[in-house]
C-alpha cells in the first residue's frame, strides 16, 4: 500500500503520518533533512523525539532502495524537503533554471521516489510519502522560488497519480481524497 499524506505547513500532516505506524515496530522512518543551521537541527531533533524508538531511521535523499530491509513499512518525510535538496545539488547557484534543466530536476526527483515506491509495492510493503502543498500560499516572488513551487506541484501530481491512498491534512484533521 502506497499512501500519500499532504497538506500545508504546520498542518499535522507528520503526526498524522507516524500515527498510521503506531502499533508497528518493524517501520523505517526515511528522513529527508540536512541539519543546516540550528533551526533544522531543531525541528529534527523535535521529530526525533516524537517517533517510536522502535523505528529505524536511513537518512538520505538518493538512493533511497538503500533504506528497504526486513521491515514491512516504510515512512518518508518529506518529499518537499528531498524535492529542494535535489533541486538545488543539481541547480547548484543559478540565478535562472531553464525549461530543460527544470524537467531534468522534476525527473531525478520522481525516478527517486519511483524506485522506491516500485520495490515497495513489489515486495508488498507499505510506504507513507509526506509532501507539502506548495500552491496554497502566495506566488514567490522569485524565480527560483516559482520553479520550485511548480516542480514540487507536479511530483505531487505524479505521485499522488500512483499512491493507492491520498490524505489532505488541514487544521489537524485528516481528509482521505483518494
Known amino acids: 500500500m502506497i499512501t500519500l499524506v499532504t497538506g500545508g505547513a504546520r498542518s499535522g500532516k ?10 508497528k515496530e518493524d517501520v523505517v ?12 537541527e531543531e525541528r ?18 538518493y538512493d533511497l532502495i538503500n533504506a528497504i530491509g526486513e521491515e514491512k513499512n516504510y515512512l518518508l518525510d518529506c518529499i518537499t524537503v528531498l524535492s529542494s535538496n535535489i533541486m538545488f545539488d543539481m541547480t547548484k547557484d543559478k540565478e535562472y ?8 530536476v522534476e525527473d531525478k526527483i520522481y525516478g527517486e521516489l ?3 515506491i516500485k520495490v515497495i509495492d513489489d515486495k508488498g510493503y507499505n510506504l507513507v510519502l509526506v509532501t507539502n502543498e506548495v500552491g496554497y500560499s502566495l506566488v514567490p516572488d522569485n524565480h527560483i522560488g516559482r520553479v ?8 505531487n501530481q505524479r505521485i499522488g497519480a500512483i499512491s493507492s491512498e491520498v490524505y489532505l491534512v488541514c487544521c489537524g484533521i485528516p481528509v482521505k481524497i483518494k
Not at 507528520?14 to 502499533?23: I, P, Q, R, V
Not at 522512518?29 to 533544522?40: F, G, L, Q, R
Not at 523535535?46 to 538520505?60: A, D, K, V
Request: hydrophobic residues 30%; glycine residues 4%.
Open 148 to 155: 520550485f513551487r511548480d516542480i514540487q506541484g507536479r511530483i
Open 44 to 61: 529534527v531533533k523535535h521529530h526525533r523525539e516524537n517517533r517510536s524508538i522502535f523505528w529505524r531511521t536511513y537518512e538520505g535523499n
Open 14 to 23: 507528520s503526526t498524522f503520518a507516524e500515527n498510521l505506524y503506531k502499533d
Open 114 to 116: 519511483y524506485s522506491l
Open 97 to 104: 533554471i531553464n525549461n530543460a534543466l527544470q524537467n531534468k
Open 29 to 40: 522512518y526515511i528522513a529527508t533533512s540536512k541539519i543546516w543551521d540550528k533551526e533544522m
